[in-house]
T-cell receptor, first 111, second 116 residues
Framework: DAKTTQPPSMDCAEGRAANLPCNHS???????VYWYRQIHSQGPQYIIH???NNETNEMASLIITEDRKSSTLILPHATLRDTAVYYC????????????FGQGTTLQVKP | DAGVIQSPRHEVTEMGQEVTLRCKPI?????LFWYRQTMMRGLELLIY????????DSGMPEDRFSAKMPNASFSTLKIQPSEPRDSAVYFC??????????????FGEGSRLTVL
């Protein structure tokens, strides 16, 4: 499984876009990039995932570089409720859900 | 729809006591996972089941820990005897069969265990 590297913390102003980077330079061709977040005292929550193409859903957008060595999770209009720890995880296509969580990025959305 | 349900939400016990944590996965999900979270080690996978069968228990710390899944709607994680270093938040998660998103897990709210 690819090792992922994320900054330990970031700040974002409420209403602005939050761009969370993730480096996964050792990712293999069949490995997906998954993003989860964990709001304080809650269980992790799935956000989005992608393989090669950029993806968008109701929560966020995921931009994956062409060489797939890095990606960016974008929360287009951050709110105070988006304050959480965000995890970027490499998941092989044959994986059965065995996620390996790193330390993640603590995003603080400020008023 | 009800999510993954865990009980108890909080447990305080004394060293040496038996602890049983319970999990009800989302109906129709066929994979179940037990994770543990501590400040020092973050989120760690302890064990996971597929169709009620344990597939990988390599993350179980030691023989004091055991997990069962007697049917598709219930699982337990037992610690006997408990030690202070077992203090953590224990999460249960489940996932759907035949999903095109193998890494998409649905987590419960966790059981916070404190062993004195």
């Amino acid at each position: 499984d690819a090792k992922t590297t994320q900054p330990p913390s970031m700040d974002c102003a409420e209403g602005r876009a939050a761009n969370l980077p993730c480096n996964h330079s050792t990712i293999s061709g069949n490995e997906y990039v998954y993003w989860y977040r964990q709001i304080h005292s809650q269980g992790p929550q799935y956000i989005i995932h992608g393989l090669k193409n950029n993806e968008t859903n109701e929560m966020a957008s995921l931009i994956i570089t062409e060489d797939r060595k890095s990606s960016t999770l974008i929360l287009p209009h951050a709110t105070l409720r988006d304050t959480a720890v965000y995890y970027c995880i490499g998941v092989p296509s044959g994986n059965t859900g065995k996620l390996i969580f790193g330390q993640g990025t603590t995003l603080q959305v400020k008023p | 729809d009800a999510g993954v349900i865990q009980s108890p939400r909080h447990e305080v016990t004394e060293m040496g006591q038996e602890v049983t944590l319970r999990c009800k996965p989302i109906s129709g999900h066929n994979s179940l996972f037990w994770y543990r979270q501590t400040m020092m080690r973050g989120l760690e996978l302890l064990i996971y089941f597929n169709n009620n069968v344990p597939i990988d228990d390599s993350g179980m710390p030691e023989d004091r820990f055991s997990a069962k899944m007697p049917n598709a709607s219930f699982s337990t994680l037992k610690i006997q005897p408990s030690e202070p270093r077992d203090s953590a938040v224990y999460f249960c998660a489940s996932s759907r069969p035949g999903t095109t998103s193998p890494g998409e897990l649905f987590f419960g709210e966790g059981s916070r265990l404190t062993v004195l």
